[in-house]
């Protein structure tokens, strides 16, 4: 059965510092997604992404986060200079098309901000 | 601007109980869908189901049952003769039909400890 995959399952980082998480969405899905998840806490979306560009944003997405799909398999989040309230589960998902679907969820990258 | 709650934070019950979690919306939109996801202890969250806002009709799918009720915003979970590995972390959410991103929503989780 197909899956999300997401890569590193964890990294840990020094405040400052540029960190790329990778995904290799479902590979018919054509939306994708980042969440996040701190420890304990709910999950909250962070950007959806469709027909390489951005479709949707939160408020937590800001100019440090950056997305891109660099070829026709991976999708990446990148975080420009990491903060320790960056500390979270980020979990990549896709869905197959337009309209609401369930989304697959990655099993997700355990970011440490140290 | 939508929002879930799941005011039972934990559960805990003996194995072979039924166990209902419970998840309330808010919305403004007429046109949105309700999704239950696990997250076991390995942390992955695992979908388990998707019902539009136009069906109300209940479903049972082994010993998981949905009881989607528009009229009290609600959409409830129930493991019937529950067993030790139900234990999770589930999550009720909301999304609504709109031409971007069709974003989850999701509520605070309820954890399920099922101790045998």
């Known amino acids: 059965e197909p899956e999300v995959t997401q890569t590193p399952s964890h990294q840990v980082t020094q405040m400052g510092q540029e960190v790329i998480l990778r995904c290799v969405p479902i590979?018919?899905?054509?939306?994708f997604y980042w969440y996040r998840q701190i420890l304990g806490q709910k999950v909250e979306f962070l950007v959806s992404f469709y027909n390489n560009e951005i479709s949707e944003k939160s408020e937590i997405f800001d100019d440090q986060f950056s997305v891109e799909r660099p070829d026709g398999s991976n999708f990446t989040l990148k975080i420009r200079s990491t903060k320790l309230e960056d500390s979270a589960m980020y979990f990549c998902?896709?869905?197959?098309?337009?309209?609401?679907?369930?989304?697959?969820f990655g099993p997700g990258t355990r970011l440490t901000v140290t | 601007a939508q929002k879930v709650t799941q005011a039972q934070t934990e559960i805990s019950v003996v194995e072979k109980e039924d166990v209902t979690l419970d998840c309330v919306y808010e919305t403004r939109d007429t046109t949105y869908y309700l999704f239950w996801y696990k997250q076991p202890p390995s942390g992955e969250l695992v979908f388990l189901i998707r019902?539009?806002?136009?069906?109300?009709q209940n479903e049972i799918s082994g010993r998981y049952s949905w009881n989607f009720q528009k009229s009290t915003s609600s959409f409830n979970f129930t493991i019937t003769a529950s067993q030790v590995v139900d234990s999770a972390v589930y999550f009720c959410?909301?999304?609504?039909?709109?031409?971007?991103?069709?974003?989850?929503?999701f509520g605070g989780g309820t954890r399920l400890m099922v101790k045998p």
């Open positions: 590979s018919n899905h054509l939306y």
């Open positions: 959410a909301l999304s609504v039909l709109n031409n971007a991103g069709n974003m989850l929503t």
């Open positions: 019902r539009n806002s136009f069906d109300e």
């Open positions: 998902a896709s869905t197959r098309e337009r309209g609401v679907y369930e989304q697959y």
